[in-house]
Structure formats: structure tokens, C-alpha cells
């Protein structure tokens, strides 16, 4: 079956780097996620790694992907209290017509100044 | 340029009454999402327009939900007879590719 999981709550201090992970079952997934979304906002695509790469950098983003253990994180460098927000996990499953998003449950980043 | 956009942006209605949700997605995206947000659900797809292709209707919880996409453009959710366990958000997404980009989201309240 198609799930993801990430820990709930995750709280750092101003300057710190934060890691948050993700699991995920679908072996066939071909694209996979991290969205943010702040208190009563949509959600914001902050970035996106193809299954057969294991590693993409973005400024300040680093996302790091363990096909093997389907294991997925994102890391943020120098977290500032903007990053403050739940960041969303989703891997793209089904079929090359059929690309929904299974999104984990969201992990609170809490950045303390 | 302009992003997705969603309207109402709130709408309070009583339990029984049929509601419905509009959509305008990013111009030249050919693919639609609706996906549904819940505090005891979390974040569920709902629906998924491709093109001229027949939609994706494989997370609808009910009957009471249909879509509709006119044009490959404008999508319309429609709930009948609203139920107390309706109450969310009502995300929709479009896409070119793989990148999907979401609206601000209808807040929908059944009392």
C-alpha cells in the first residue's frame, strides 16, 4: 500500500541546522516531495527529487534519498524563526497518467530564537 | 505570474445543503488536483483531471462528491448534502510535469 510517515514535532535553535524525515512504502514512486506550509496558508512547493538521484541541493535546502530504505530528509542550513512552519513529505505513485501526491502527516518545525 | 486560485475562500453552510467549490488553475496546466485537509485525515487526494483523459476519481469518499473540469480549464468540487465530517479544507493543485502547485485552499464549516 502506498504510506508516508514523518515524525510530528521537531524544535531548533535559530542558526542551527534542522533534518526532518520521511519514510515512504511505494517502491514504484517516481517523484518525491517536500512542501511548507505556514499557519493558514496553501501549501508551498519548496522541493522535489527525482527517484533515481541521491541527492539535490537548493541554496539553504539539502535533500538526501535512500531508495533502498526509502528514506527520504530534508535539511535546512541555518534555520532562521521564517522556516518556522509543517513541512509535508509526498511521493508521486501510480501510473505515467495518474500523479497524485500521498503526503505524510507533517512535521512542526519550531525554530526558537 | 498569477497562481492557483480558489474561491470561496470560506464557506459556512448547514448540514444537508449541497455546496459548491471553484477552482482556476495555473494558465497552460493540463492537470488538476483536488485534495482534501483534516485534522483526523491529514492530507487526502480527492481527484485528478488529466487533459481530455477520464479523471482520476479513486479518492472520493462518497457519492455525494463529483468534479467537473470545463474546458481543461476552470474545475467545479461539488458536495451534496453536506455532512458535519465534510468540514476541511479543500486544497486544489494544478500541474505541468511534476511540479504540483496549490491554491490557498476553501475553508468549508458544516454546522
Known amino acids: 500500500g502506498e504510506d508516508v510517515e514523518q515524525s510530528l514535532f521537531l524544535s531548533v535553535r535559530e542558526g542551527d541546522s534542522s533534518v526532518i524525515n520521511c519514510t515512504y512504502t511505494d517502491s514504484s514512486s517516481t517523484y518525491l516531495y517536500w512542501y511548507k506550509q505556514e499557519p493558514g496558508a496553501g501549501l508551498q512547493l519548496l522541493t522535489y527529487?527525482?527517484?533515481?538521484?541521491d541527492m539535490k541541493q537548493d541554496q539553504r535546502l539539502t535533500v538526501l534519498l535512500n531508495k533502498k530504505d526509502k528514506h527520504l530528509s530534508l535539511r535546512i542550513a541555518d534555520t532562521q524563526t521564517g522556516d518556522s512552519a509543517i513541512y509535508f513529505c509526498a511521493e508521486r505513485v501510480g501510473s505515467s497518467n495518474t500523479g497524485k501526491l500521498i503526503f505524510g502527516q507533517g512535521t512542526t518545525l519550531q525554530v526558537k530564537p | 505570474g498569477a497562481g492557483v486560485s480558489q474561491s470561496p475562500s470560506n464557506k459556512v453552510t448547514e448540514k444537508g445543503k449541497d455546496v459548491e467549490l471553484r477552482c482556476d488553475p495555473i494558465s497552460g496546466h493540463t492537470a488538476l488536483y483536488w485534495y482534501r485537509q483534516s485534522l483526523g485525515q491529514g492530507l487526502e487526494f480527492l481527484i485528478y483531471f488529466q487533459g481530455n483523459s477520464a479523471p482520476d476519481k479513486s479518492g472520493l469518499p462518497s457519492d455525494r462528491f463529483s468534479a467537473e473540469r470545463t474546458g481543461g480549464s476552470v474545475s467545479t468540487l461539488t458536495i451534496q448534502r453536506t455532512q458535519q465530517e465534510d468540514s476541511a479544507v479543500y486544497l486544489c493543485?494544478?500541474?505541468?510535469?511534476?511540479?504540483?502547485?496549490f491554491g490557498p485552499g476553501t475553508r468549508l464549516t458544516v454546522t
Open positions: 527529487i527525482f527517484s533515481n538521484m
Open positions: 493543485a494544478s500541474s505541468i510535469r511534476y511540479e504540483q502547485y
